[in-house]
Nanobody, 131 residues
Framework: QVQLVESGGGSEQSGGSLRLSCAINGYKYGSYCMAWFRQAPGKERRWVAGIRSDGNTNYADSVKGRFTISQDNAKNMMWLQINSLKPEDTATYYC?????????????????????????WGQGTQVTVSS
């Protein structure tokens, strides 16, 4: 019954900003990692940002200083603020969450969590950045 739905993608010029949203329904909050991934055409899906149940956040090196992940569990929402957009940010962006109840305190950050442990995925929202 868990469902994640992304929104907020679109077309933007280099240097612009976008705010992606992820609506989270039916999720039993506890110990978890939530994250944003992106997949460019012809490439593998890659982790870009994560937030843990203890509040720890982490980012891929390519997006540090430009992307900010945040959440409000009371509103069942997660966001990814993207600033200083670059053409290489062009991709389909997915939000994801791990199986409820599993402990992730032993991981340095949510990017270290195996991809297979992200049990719930949204359908994706497209971000296109022109030069």
């Amino acid at each position: 019954q868990v469902q994640l739905v992304e929104s907020g993608g679109g077309s933007e010029q280099s240097g612009g900003s976008l705010r992606l949203s992820c609506a989270i329904n039916g999720y039993k909050y506890g110990s978890y990692c939530m994250a944003w991934f992106r997949q460019a055409p012809g490439k593998e899906r890659r982790w870009v940002a994560g937030i843990r149940s203890d509040g720890n956040t982490n980012y891929a090196d390519s997006v540090k200083g430009r992307f900010t992940i945040s959440q409000d569990n009371a509103k069942n929402m997660m966001w990814l603020q993207i600033n200083s957009l670059k053409p290489e940010d062009t991709a389909t962006y997915y939000c994801a969450a791990t199986l409820e109840g599993k402990s992730y305190g032993g991981f340095a950050h949510c990017g270290a969590v195996p991809l297979a442990d992200y049990s719930y995925w949204g359908q994706g929202t497209q971000v296109t950045v022109s030069s």
